[in-house]
């Protein structure tokens, strides 16, 4: 909860209040911890946090019970509160890194341009988010300008008037703030004295022009004879990220969109600012960023890993290629039974695209195998591969069948963690399933272009050849 600048206790808690009662009417809530004063946007009597850890999930089944669907109805109500902007997020999905989930977009003043330049700026972006259909719940982050009282001390005419300036620093931090005096003993305890001025004697701009300062010459001097009062605003806090001044803008991809779709969203955005002004990511978002286009570089480390390993199996570079053309039965596989069930393509697909590798290779290899083994006995490559697909169709329809259902409570998952283990169960199964499918009649193909066209030398047989035809007849 953010009052806005400037706002008392009294304004905050009657927000608070208001959010408090809509939380403690939600079954799904275990308790309440309300901190006044803090946020993690700032401090002061503007601003206030609350914390509400739920239920264990045992005790709130179903998705109209999980935390995005709570903190989503939290938003209607919080928008309505006039008191205070109210907003209900997420926890980061890595502790630590940032206080959100979604994205956290840095504001940069590059061009020595002026704060008001920069707030121009931060406007700008938050304007057009708002008409994004790419993004939902953008906010600022941080304190607005705030009202202060701003005095002007004129040091020439205060050491005119024989005044030191210590002296004025003195008064003022005394009368409104305090000071240590003594100590004395009552009752048995010791009590400390601390001055501050009446409550009553130090609420407007006029006070300070009442206080009077001793003089060298022992004269008690007007605040008002060398100094001015008046109030300004200003921001409580300056913000800087990198040496540059900056600005922080929160918010989440829209129902739908991934937080990558935002983020290129937001840059799209800032393109559109003034020169001077640029932007940088941090948390959650900034390692987002850093990891964007590694799958490719991931996808093709793996190929090259099993590429070498079954070079080495065959002692042949040419035959590897008939096991690794199936992997591409695979990736399709796990890209469109993703798409078909609404998924994104994140970190936990990722990690499937990469299971799929070893596991469509397996099947390949199966057939590779004995089509090789069935070379070295003397048949040629088309009776081979013929006998080989018929040898390790059953072993291959087993083995695929059992891991394809083995991936069904993760593709039907529910609850704490859900949406990882449906990532990688979809992902996983979809590409099993084409592998399967479709590996059965390619992979035999694969193997006489190769052997055709590519290695037309007879491959020697696998090393511990009677071991393979012993379990093959088993």
């Known amino acids: 909860m953010q009052a806005p600048p400037g706002a008392t206790t009294q304004r905050t808690n009657e927000a608070t209040k208001q959010v408090k009662k809509f939380f403690a009417e939600q079954p799904q809530v275990a308790n309440i911890v309300l901190v006044n004063g803090f946020s993690f946007f700032g401090q002061g009597q503007a601003n206030a946090i609350m914390f509400t850890p739920l239920k264990p999930w045992d ?7 999980s935390a995005e669907t709570i903190a989503g109805k939290a938003m209607g109500t919080l928008m309505g509160i006039k008191e205070a902007f109210a907003f209900s997020l997420s926890p980061p999905s890595i502790p630590e890194l940032g206080t959100s989930s979604g994205f956290t977009f840095k504001l940069q003043d590059r061009g020595g341009n002026s704060r008001e330049a920069l707030v121009a700026a931060r406007n700008q972006m938050l304007g057009g988010a708002m008409q994004s259909k790419m993004l939902a719940n953008v906010r600022p982050e941080g304190q607005e300008d705030a009202p202060v009282l701003k005095v002007d001390i004129d040091r020439i005419k205060a050491r005119a008037l024989g005044l030191s300036i210590g002296e004025v620093n003195a008064t003022l931090a005394i009368t409104f703030g305090s000071a240590y005096a003594n100590d004395f003993t009552r009752e048995g305890r010791v009590l400390r004295v601390l001055l501050q001025a009446d409550a009553a004697n130090r609420m407007t701009p006029q006070d ?7 003089s060298a010459t022992g004269e008690m001097v007007p605040f008002g004879s060398f100094s001015t009062a008046e109030w300004s605003a200003e921001s409580p806090q300056l913000q ?5 001044p900056a600005m922080t803008i929160s918010g989440e991809p829209a129902p739908g969109q991934s937080t990558g779709e935002a983020m290129a969203e937001m840059e799209r955005l800032a393109e559109q600012l003034p020169a001077g002004f640029s932007y940088e990511w941090t948390g959650i978002s900034y390692e987002e ?39 591409p039965l695979g990736v399709l596989g796990a890209v469109l039974f993703s798409m078909l069930r609404g ?22 290899i199966l057939i590779v195998e004995f089509a090789i083994e069935q070379e070295a006995e003397g048949k040629s490559t088309l009776d081979a591969v013929m006998e080989a697909v018929k040898l390790r169709l059953r072993p291959i329809i087993m083995t695929s069948l059992a891991f394809i259902l083995g991936m069904v409570p993760l593709v039907i998952a529910s609850g704490a963690g859900a949406a990882s283990r449906i990532a990688v169960g979809s992902g996983v199964m979809g590409g099993m399933i084409a592998a399967t499918l479709l590996g059965i009649f390619f992979i035999p193909l694969f193997y006489l272009s190769v052997r055709k066209w590519v290695s037309r030398k007879r491959p020697p047989a696998p090393a511990e050849k009677g071991h393979h035809e012993e379990s093959g007849h088993a």
């Open 343 to 364: 998924l994104s393509a994140d970190i936990y697909f990722n990690v499937g695209l990469i299971t799929i590798i070893g596991l469509a290779a397996k099947n390949a």
């Open 59 to 65: 005790e709130r089944p179903g998705d109209e019970n």
């Open 208 to 214: 300070i022009i009442n206080l009077r300062v001793r």
């Open 240 to 244: 800087r990220y990198n040496g540059y």
């Open 289 to 327: 960023k850093q990891s964007a286009g590694q799958i490719g570089l991931l996808l093709g480390l793996s190929l090259v890993v099993v590429f070498l390993l079954l070079a080495a199996l065959y002692e042949s570079w040419a035959v590897p290629v008939a096991v690794l053309l199936v992997v």
